[in-house]
């Protein structure tokens, strides 16, 4: 029993943890990754997604996540600019009209502006306040090369007068691809509700299923005077363990920094919390009843006895019911 608790736990948080991996051969942020689009969508872009859809999905989720950061340490001026760049930013990622990757077709990378002369978020955001030229000057140089590794000096004063930082515009600079729009009726629509991890709901649904086992068991054992440590001490384990993975995949309510619905993977949150505790108190009831049966069982007694020439002994007797 004791090995059946370790190999589910085991099997719950690599399950939990894997539903997490990013796909790092073609993601569509250098920072991010595919965050934006697990985060909606509840499952990883692959080659046949929709490279329009990840862009904007990555745009739109950077864009809340930005407007939701305290930004109290900026001054009036950098803070008004920065509400104009994230406003550029909303434009952008409405207007769609976004580069491709003409010259490395085998990977997404980023492409300052393409040969149709499409323009990436950042460069848009450079064109609408510093100019076009000053972006046409920065592709001549670095056209394929991301943010973070850039050392341009019109990049960084133009980042120090935009509220920005340069990793918050690495943030927002995306990869592009050769393809354009994928087979549009199989991919979900930008609107469409946030799915769990399914990682998250099979280690959920097994560990459910396994407690509910176990707190009946641990009142059947109560109810019939067992003496079996194993299933409270398993119902201790899956019930300490379901309490972390309901932990780890609660989401707050924020709605300043999500516009999709975290309500379903809340509720199953707070089911595994809710659960997990109980079969904590139900296996721990147990074995408190049992220790307390063992003492029950267990008897001892002081007694005097006549030791001869007007002596009395003192005895100590333990007894133990089998």
């Known amino acids: 029993m004791k090995n059946l608790a370790l190999c589910l736990l085991s099997l719950t948080f690599f399950l939990f943890s894997g539903c997490d991996r990013d796909n790092h051969s073609n993601r569509v942020n250098m920072i991010i990754g595919d965050l934006s689009f697990v985060e909606t969508y509840g499952f990883e872009p692959d080659e046949n997604t929709d490279n329009d859809l990840r862009i ?10 930005l407007r939701s950061k305290d930004i109290s340490f900026l001054s009036k001026e950098l803070k008004n600019k920065r509400t ?36 990436c978020a950042v460069g848009y955001l450079i064109e609408k306040t ?6 046409e000057t920065i592709n001549a140089s670095h056209k394929y090369e991301a943010l973070m590794d850039i ?19 690495a943030m927002i600079q995306p990869t592009y691809g050769p393809n354009g729009p994928g087979p549009g009726p199989s991919m979900p629509a930008p609107n ?38 194993s299933v409270p001490i398993v119902g201790l384990l899956t019930g300490a363990g379901q309490i972390a993975l309901g932990a ?15 309500s379903d993977q809340r509720t199953l949150s707070l089911i595994n919390i809710e659960l997990g505790t109980a ?18 069982r267990t008897s001892w007694n002081v007694f005097s006895f006549p030791a001869g020439r007007n002596q009395t002994g003192v005895g100590l007797s333990l007894s133990r019911k089998i």
């Open 248 to 262: 780890i995949g609660y989401h707050p309510d924020n709605s300043k920094s999500v516009d999709y619905n975290y």
């Open 151 to 169: 050392k341009n000096a019109d990049i960084d004063r133009w980042i120090a007068s935009s509220g920005l930082s340069k990793e918050e515009c």
């Open 130 to 135: 510093a100019g076009r030229k000053v972006a």
């Open 279 to 296: 079969s904590m108190f139900f296996s721990g009831r147990n074995l408190v009843r049992q220790q307390k049966m063992a003492r029950r």
């Open 56 to 65: 904007r999905t990555h745009l739109q989720y950077v864009e809340r996540l």
């Open 192 to 229: 469409y509700r946030y799915r769990m991890k399914s990682g998250f709901v099979i280690s959920s649904g097994i560990l459910i299923g396994t407690n509910v086992g176990l707190n009946v068991l641990n009142e059947t054992n109560i109810a019939n005077g067992s003496t079996n440590k």
């Open 84 to 119: 104009e760049m994230l406003d550029l930013l909303h434009q952008y990622a409405g207007n769609g009209k976004y580069p491709r990757n003409y010259d490395y077709p085998e990977e997404s990378k980023p492409c300052f502006i393409d040969k149709d002369g499409n323009i």
